[in-house]
């Protein structure tokens, strides 16, 4: 059974951190393609991070909007996925979502096979 179960969210101060964990399980974590995504309240889904696997050198990318704050990794032998997220926004108030998929790394969230059900971050001011 695959499973893609995220932690690591909940309250922090704008300017501060939070770092998200995503567990995978059912799948070989390590030939994934596997991705942040958000959603902010009312919104549509939006990318936040990818990462590729360790074939094609582990390659982070980023949206515009975490560029310099956030920073994607990932642990093949914990088999998890991570999202250090730095000088935080009220912005940053939203629903994460890891996402994985075997094929495939991009910045749509149309095509990815996996989907965590979410964990919500918030930041205070």
């Known amino acids: 059974q695959v499973q893609l179960v995220e932690s690591g969210g909940g309250l922090a101060q704008a300017g501060g951190s939070l770092t998200l964990s995503c567990a995978a399980s059912g799948l070989t974590f390590s030939r994934l393609f596997m991705a942040w995504f958000r959603q902010p309240p009312g919104k549509e889904r939006e990318y936040v991070a990818r990462?590729?696997?360790?074939?094609?050198?582990?390659?982070?990318y980023y949206a515009d909007s975490v560029k310099g704050r956030f920073t994607i990794s990932r642990d093949d032998a914990k088999k998890t996925m991570y999202l250090q997220m730095n000088s935080l926004k009220r912005e940053d108030t939203v629903v994460y979502y890891c996402?994985?998929?075997?094929?495939?790394?991009?910045?749509?969230?149309?095509?990815?096979?996996?989907w965590g059900h979410g964990t919500q971050g918030t930041v205070s001011s």
């Open positions: 996402a994985a998929d075997n094929s495939r790394s991009m910045e749509g969230d149309v095509g990815y096979e996996y």
């Open positions: 990462i590729l696997y360790n074939f094609y050198g582990g390659a982070t």
